[in-house]
């Protein structure tokens, strides 16, 4: 690509302009290596969630296995019939409250879950210990799968928020820098000829003076 093709069109070929341009590039120029900055740290930032992702799902599995494990052997002691009546006769209620934080400039989610238990819905005498531990598991179950949730959807935005990054990297590279750089070059070459023939005239004009 020719130095004419990258000029961008109506540029002056005027002091002023060169002046403008050369400020653009510093801006340009900052800007692109602030945005390098920012990749940087959000591909860092990507890969941390990535690995807190693996060890997430971990515990999901590990406090899911825990819980039907407790069910099964609720059902054993107590018979499914009498285990499921406890279940429908549950009140237990869950809220999950959605937030946001900033990690580098990207909004992320903050999750957590709140659950209210009220008076056991059956009698000691008539229920098992495993029908508590039951509860308990997979109430732990559902803050590991909030929690999972809330690292999924943060690599997501990560994700995207690296992509959107690295094409404006991209485009500070190969198109907005160099085209700026070929047109304050452009404009440079022009002010530069323009000096030589205004110096060409006037040495004409002070030949014919001194030879008048």
């Known amino acids: 690509m020719t130095i004419m093709s990258k000029v961008l069109t109506g540029t002056k070929t005027t002091r002023m302009e060169l002046l403008r341009l050369k400020n653009r590039m510093r ?5 692109h290596i602030l945005l390098k900055e920012k990749r940087d740290s959000l591909i860092m930032e990507f890969f ?3 690995a807190e992702i693996k060890e997430a799902r971990q515990a999901v599995e590990d406090a899911l296995s825990e819980a039907f494990s407790s069910l099964t052997q609720a059902k054993m002691i107590m018979g499914p019939a009498r285990v499921i009546e406890f279940a429908y006769a549950s009140k237990v209620q869950t809220d999950i409250s959605i937030a946001t934080r900033s990690m580098m400039g990207v909004r992320v989610p903050v999750l957590s879950v709140e659950q209210h238990v009220p008076e056991l819905p059956y009698s000691l005498p008539d229920s098992s210990a495993r029908l508590d531990t039951m509860s308990i598991k997979f109430r ?3 803050k590991s799968l909030v929690r999972l949730a809330e690292i999924e959807s943060t690599v997501k935005r990560l994700a995207l928020e690296i992509e959107r990054t690295k094409r404006r990297v991209s485009a500070l590279e190969t198109v907005v820098i160099p085209r700026l750089d070929a047109t304050a070059r452009f404009v440079k070459l022009a002010l530069e000829e ?13 030949d014919r003076m001194d030879a008048e």
Not at 27 to 31: F, K, P, V, Y
């Open 194 to 206: 323009r000096e030589r023939e205004d110096f060409i005239r006037l040495k004409i004009i002070r």
């Open 27 to 31: 801006l340009a120029e900052r800007g």
């Open 140 to 142: 732990e179950a559902l």
């Open 48 to 50: 941390n969630s990535i």
